[in-house]
């Protein structure tokens, strides 16, 4: 899911859609994430500064980048 086109989006909920990649590097108003049960192995959250929440269970995630 390439989502570059929204970058003021805010929330975003696309669980269950069996979604292979989530491509979130322009999403920098991000506070909310919700992406469980999908097929996702990686998740880059480095361009999500104001991300506070994060619901990414029941994927097969074996690397996460996160921002300091």
Do not use: R
């Not at 979604?19 to 192995?41: E, P, R």
């Amino acid at each position: 899911l390439d989502i570059s086109g929204n970058g003021k989006l805010e929330y975003l909920g696309c669980s269950g859609n069996l979604l292979d990649s989530l491509n979130l590097t322009t999403a920098i108003d991000l506070s909310s994430l919700v992406c469980a049960g999908n097929k996702l192995q990686t998740l880059n959250l480095t361009y999500t500064p104001k991300l506070t929440s994060l619901k990414c269970g029941f994927n097969s995630i074996s690397s996460l980048s996160l921002k300091n």
